[in-house]
């Protein structure tokens, strides 16, 4: 499902119907209002007068008036409801979009149900539905969280950390990441405890760019790294026994879960063109089952 553009033909739809509401509808109810209120002030505003008062009067006269411009039902939930959508459809498209995590491929930094909050102008501002690029903000760099739509089927997005920038060439090899022949440090840091398959798995610590963060992997385990399919600017990478070798092309990203031995990324299926960027990921607000997770993460 396309919810941005469902908002956007939402957005479209009551639109139309506020600027129809301010322009035709609403005139003629103020004026069907004038004449229903002129009708009682020559009627029914001497008899109640005489019998209740001229408070009375008056009270009368603005439920008189106040029934006659009341929106119908049709208005209410059309040009009623653009002010709402208006407001979260500028949110979501150009501040932030929240995001559910449905996978373990980025454990043990995002975990199943985390509820999270994405910028959308870190890389830019872009248009939304058509995905263009209209302001220059920032780019990627490596260590980011980012969510992006899945080359292969725009219609998912995807959410990995950004470990090749374009140029760059990553080499992943008997479980140990190097960018650009530099061998990425990594430390052990204990065990990381699954809480959903009560399982321990062995956790260090990786320093990429200015982001230290936790990834796990076992590194006494062989490599299997495979293609799934013959993906765009395949030849720009060699796939070995112990693992893969790939040269960003210009204008694509080569992501990364941090769950290595659990994540379906650019190891297998390639690179991310940098239309596909949705934006950076960098707060929990809200796991129901772990209110302690809320909060920034790296």
């Known amino acids: 499902m396309n919810f941005a553009l469902i908002l956007f033909l939402l957005l479209v739809v009551t639109f139309v119907a506020w600027v129809a509401d301010r322009l035709v509808f609403r005139t003629r109810r103020l004026r069907a209002a004038d004449a229903a209120v002129a009708e ?5 505003a001497p008899a109640l007068g005489r019998a209740a008062g001229p408070e009375a009067v008056e009270a009368e006269r603005e439920a008189l008036r106040a029934n006659r411009t009341r929106q119908p ?23 932030a979009e929240p995001f559910k995590i449905p996978s373990e491929s ?16 870190s890389y830019g501002v872009r248009l939304p539905v058509i995905h263009t690029k209209v302001i220059d903000v920032g780019e990627p760099q490596r260590g980011d969280v980012m969510v992006f739509r899945f080359p292969q089927d725009p219609s998912v997005d995807y959410i990995k950390r950004v470990i090749g920038l374009p140029g760059d060439v990553v080499s992943y090899q008997d479980k140990r990441l190097s960018i650009n022949g530099q061998l990425v440090p990594v430390e052990r840091a204990g065990e990381f405890e699954d809480t959903r398959k009560l399982t321990l798995y062995p956790q260090y610590s990786e320093r990429i760019g200015d982001v230290t963060h936790k990834i796990l992997t076992d590194l ?70 772990d209110l302690g997770r809320i909060g920034r993460f790296q």
């Open 106 to 121: 980025m454990l043990p930094t995002l975990v199943v149900g985390d509820l999270i909050l994405v910028n959308k102008f």
């Open 40 to 44: 009682f002030d020559r009627v029914g």
């Open 220 to 289: 006494e385990k062989p490599s299997d790294i495979q293609p799934v399919f013959r993906f765009p600017n395949f030849e720009n990478c060699r796939y070995s026994a112990g693992g893969v070798t790939c040269k960003v092309p210009p204008g694509h990203y080569f992501m990364m879960g941090d769950n290595r031995e659990n994540s379906l990324d650019s190891r297998f299926w390639g690179f991310v063109p940098e239309e596909n960027i949705v934006g950076k990921a960098f707060f929990i607000w809200m796991n129901f089952g």
């Open 73 to 95: 039902l049709w208005l209410e939930y059309t040009a009623g409801l653009f002010p709402v959508i208006l407001v979260v459809f500028v949110l979501r498209s150009f501040v």
